[in-house]
């Protein structure tokens, strides 16, 4: 094939490595972690951030905060006694990341400003040639993408939001030079972003204005600062923080339950989040449109303690009617009532179902991985996909998490790439293709497990489900046991001899 039709020109001269990374996020560096501790140190991580860190580095807004316990978010083989709360700030966790890169001599692996544009696979040489940042070229006999799937904001498109002549901006892309003190401030969305800040920038606003279209379940977060005693005993017994992520883990990899179909679980929670509703809500008006109308558990639970009693300041307005219009400043509902607004914040979420938006992906016979994906986005385990040979993918299709820390998913995906590339190794192999009969049956069954879970029966649209179907593409269907399980090791006989 000749890739010059694709668009990325051959040369000799281009540089190569064994290995391309693309991300430099949770996902990418644990990826490059492992990497390295297997002597494999031809290899490249690509970021398009100006710091690596991912989602830790990009969301900055207040208040911005991990509702997975910290001990159980990090690296099984890096565990970390000193995190200072329970539920570590961002500033700590991107400090975290920072640390792991240094520690395991990452950074000279590491070119940030450097975005992927363009893959085209060459089967003659069975390289990737790639184009990323501003002129990058090089061929990687492996990539794999780390780009995660909660990066690109997602903007409503309300009429007039364009016309909007005061600052307007993505909770994802904070304006810290935005001045909120006494304006009239207002908040599109009440997912997991915007309950965040939204009890932080309450007491700056004059007026902030919360809209929202659907309600939350919110129960409350079991936070609390770990004391100096504590982080000595974690540090100096390290058995007692393995037995602490031990006991986090089975806490949470249990409520999976709730999410597959067992009633009485989920009723227990929505027990629970419907006391801390009545807890701090005591108008009923206000209540009722704080609560949910759909099974818990079919958008993503959401832990707070402050944003209940945020909704009854003084100063704060839930507005349930939908929005009509953006003017300049001012933004007008369906029922014509017009609210004066200075400051626009979108937490509005991210655009998770349409998978490398600005990336062009060209595999076997020069098909484009949006072509591929046109019915579903898929990928066996959530990581290979068929026509597209020594290309892996971590945080792939069906893979993320609403009841356990993403991180355990990330490390099993990473092993399972390590286990591949060991199984060319020991075929003689330079390629790698999945063969497409396993990914059609994993598929199948994503489908078939889909079916008796919240998430397809809870009665709500979320950001988990494919658009067009409905079909929840980004969530594994399962328990991480589960999935650990399955990712072990590559089977040779899903792919290609
Ligand atoms: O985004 P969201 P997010 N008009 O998609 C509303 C992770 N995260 O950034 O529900 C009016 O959850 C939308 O309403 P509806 C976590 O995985 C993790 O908050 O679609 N409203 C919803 O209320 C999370 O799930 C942490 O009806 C509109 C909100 O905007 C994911 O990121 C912290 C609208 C979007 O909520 C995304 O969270 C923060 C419209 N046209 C985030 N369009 C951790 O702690 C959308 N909305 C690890």
Known sequence: MNTEEHGVPESTATPSVDVLVVGAGFAGLCMAIKLRQAGMDSFLVIEKGEDIGGTWQENRYPGCACDIPSHLYCFSFD????????????????????????????????????????????????????????????????????????????????????????????????????????????????????????????????????????????????????????KRRFRRVPGVMWGFRKLLFWQHEIRVLAFLGNKRMRKALEAIALRNLGKWIKDPKLREALTPKYALGCKRVLFSNDFYPTMTRPNVELVTERIAEVRERSIVTQDGAERPVDVLIYGTGFRVTEPMIGIRLVGRDGVEIHEAWRERMSAFLGVTVSGFPNFFILLGPNTGLGHNSVVLMIEAQVRYVMSCLKLMRK??????????????????QM???????????????????DQRTGENVTLWPGSVVDYMRRTRAARANDYEA
């Open 79 to 230: 565990l970390n006694p000193d995190w200072n709360r329970m539920y570590a700030p961002q500033a700590e966790i991107w400090a975290y990341l920072k640390s792991c890169a240094e520690r395991y001599g990452l950074m000279p692996h590491i070119r940030l400003k450097t975005a992927l544009r363009e893959a085209v696979w060459d089967e003659a040489a069975g390289v990737w040639h790639v184009a990323a940042g501003e002129g990058l070229r090089i061929k990687a006999r492996v990539l794999i993408s780390a780009i995660g799937a909660l990066h690109v904001p997602r903007y409503p498109n309300f009429t007039g939001a364009e016309r909007f002549a005061g600052p307007a901006f993505h909770s994802a892309t904070w304006d810290a030079s935005a001045d909120l003190t006494g304006k009239n401030v207002a908040v599109i969305g009440t997912g997991a972003s915007a309950i965040q800040f939204v009890p932080q920038i309450a007491p700056l606003a004059g007026k902030l204005l919360v809209f929202q279209r659907t309600p939350a379940w919110i129960v409350p977060k079991p936070d609390a600062e770990f004391s100096e005693k504590w």
């Open 427 to 444: 075929r003689g192999q330079t390629t790698m293709h999945l063969r497409r009969e396993s990914q059609e049956r994993f598929v199948a």
């Open 447 to 465: 489908t078939q497990r889909m079916g008796r879970t919240v998430w397809q029966t809870g009665g709500c649209r979320s950001w988990y489900q």
